[in-house]
C-alpha cells in the first residue's frame, strides 16, 4: 500500500520554530511530527510514503532518509512548482501513487495528530464497497468548521455545510483518507481543493463514507493547539503505553523524558512535559504544560509553563517563562528575565523582559 502526506508550504503559523525546519520536522513528543505519521502508516503494511511539499524538499528527504533504512519503507518526494490546494497534490503524484494493484491509498495532512486507527480503518473501507473513505472527529463547537452530515448507522456521506449556523452535526472533516485509485481521475492538475471540490462531487455520486474516529484527534498547525495536542498524545500514551511515560516524587501526571536528558533536585516536572535528548534541567526548576526540545538547558529555579522551548536554547536561572512563549532556535534568555508570550526568532538573546506577547525580531 502507498500513502501520500500533503505537506504543503511555510508553516508560518507556527513560526519561529518553522525558521529552522519545515513544519512536519518540529519536534513533538520528542520526534519529529511527521514520523508519528509514517511509524503509524508502516504498522498497516503501508510501503511507500510520498511527501507532497513545495517547500524546502531536500531538506526533508536528507533527514528522512535516515528513517528510510531504520523503518524499511520508502519515502519519496513529489514537488509543487506552484501551490496545488489539497487535491492538486495528489494528480500531481498520481504516477506515484498508481501501481495496478488496485489498492487503495491513503491520504493525511501533515498537521494532524491522532492514534492513527489506520488498520480498522481499512476494514471499513473494504466493507462499505464505496470510493473513498474520509475520517471524521466529533468537535464541542462545530459552527468553526465545515460539518460532514452523515447516515449514522452506514457511515455514508450526504453532504458537507461549512461553518454551518444551525446545528447540522458536529463531526468534521479529520485530515485523513482512503482512496481508491478511480478517484485520481477526478481531480485535474490545477489548484482544486479536496474538501470542497472534490469529496462533494464523491458524495453526489453517493460513493464517500465516512468512519467516527476513535480517540484524540488535534491540529497541532499553531503553538496554542500544539500545547493542547500535547496533553491529549500524553493521555493517549498513559492509556497505550504507561511505561514510556516518567515516574518519581518529582513528576506530577504525564511526562516525556528522553532517556540522555538530565533532571537535577527538587524539580517538580509535569503535567503535560516533553523533555528532548541532551536536555539538562538544573536543580529547583518548575516545568508544567511545555515542551523543552532537543539540547535546551533550564538554569536553577526557572519556571516554565504554557510554552515551547526551541532547539538548543537556555533559559537563565530565576527566570519565569509563560502565556505561550515560543522560544526559537539557539536563544539564550538571562537570568531573572519574565516572558509573558514573547515569540523570540532563532539565534537572539533575551537581556530584557517581555511584558506582553509580542514578536521579538
Known amino acids: 500500500m502507498k500513502a501520500l502526506i500533503l505537506v504543503g508550504g511555510f508553516g508560518t503559523r507556527l513560526r519561529p520554530l518553522t525558521l529552522s525546519v519545515p513544519k512536519p520536522l ?25 511527501l507532497a511539499i513545495n517547500y524546502q524538499p531536500e531538506v526533508m528527504l536528507s533527514f528522512l532518509k535516515d528513517f528510510e533504512s ?20 495528489l494528480a500531481l503524484a498520481r504516477d506515484k501513487l498508481i501501481d495496478g494493484s488496485g489498492e487503495p491509498f491513503f491520504v493525511l495532512n501533515s498537521d494532524v495528530i491522532s492514534e492513527y486507527p489506520f488498520g480498522e480503518l481499512i476494514k471499513f473501507h473494504k466493507t ?15 459552527s468553526k468548521y465545515g460539518v460532514v452530515v452523515m447516515e449514522e448507522e452506514t457511515g455514508k456521506v450526504e453532504r458537507f455545510v461549512e461553518k454551518p449556523k ?33 469529496f462533494p462531487r464523491i458524495a453526489a455520486d453517493q460513493k464517500l463514507y465516512a468512519m467516527v474516529l476513535p480517540g484524540f484527534w488535534m491540529d497541532i498547525g499553531q503553538p496554542k493547539d500544539y500545547i493542547t495536542g500535547l496533553r491529549l498524545y500524553l493521555d493517549s500514551l498513559k492509556k497505550k503505553s504507561p511505561s514510556k511515560l516518567a515516574s518519581g516524587l518529582h513528576i506530577v501526571g504525564n511526562v516525556l523524558v528522553h532517556e540522555s536528558a538530565v533532571i537535577g533536585e527538587g524539580c517538580l516536572i509535569g503535567p503535560d512535559v516533553a523533555i528532548g535528548p541532551g536536555c539538562v534541567v538544573e536543580p529547583g526548576v518548575r516545568l508544567s504544560r511545555c515542551t523543552v526540545m532537543r539540547g535546551v538547558r533550564i538554569k536553577k529555579h526557572a519556571c516554565v509553563s504554557s510554552s515551547i522551548i526551541g532547539w ?29 508570550g514573547g515569540v523570540v526568532l532563532p539565534h537572539k538573546e533575551i537581556k530584557s523582559s517581555i ?6 525580531m
Not at 70 to 89: F, N, V
Not at 166 to 182: C, T
Not at 355 to 360: D, G, S
Open 312 to 340: 538548543h536554547s537556555t533559559v537563565g536561572q530565576w527566570t519565569r517563562i509563560e502565556n505561550m512563549t515560543i522560544l526559537g532556535e539557539d536563544v539564550h534568555v538571562g537570568d531573572e528575565i519574565y516572558s509573558n
Open 355 to 360: 511584558l506582553k506577547p509580542e514578536i521579538v
Open 70 to 89: 531504520k523503518l524499511g519503507i520508502k519515502i519519496t518526494c513529489s514537488q509543487e512548482t506552484e501551490p496545488l490546494g489539497t487535491a492538486g497534490p
Open 128 to 142: 462499505h464497497g464505496g470510493e473513498a473513505t474520509i475520517m471524521v472527529t466529533k468537535v464541542d463547537e462545530p
Open 26 to 50: 518540529v519536534d513533538f513528543g520528542n520526534k519529529p511530527m511527521i514520523l508519528h505519521q509514517i511509524e503509524a502508516l508502516k504498522d498497516v503494511g503501508v510501503t511507500e510514503v510520498v
Open 166 to 198: 444551525i446545528f447540522v452535526g458536529n463531526k468534521i472533516n479529520a485530515g485523513i483518507y482512503l482512496l481508491n485509485p478511480s478517484v485520481l481521475d477526478r481531480i485535474e492538475l490545477k489548484p482544486t481543493s479536496i474538501e470542497k471540490e472534490v
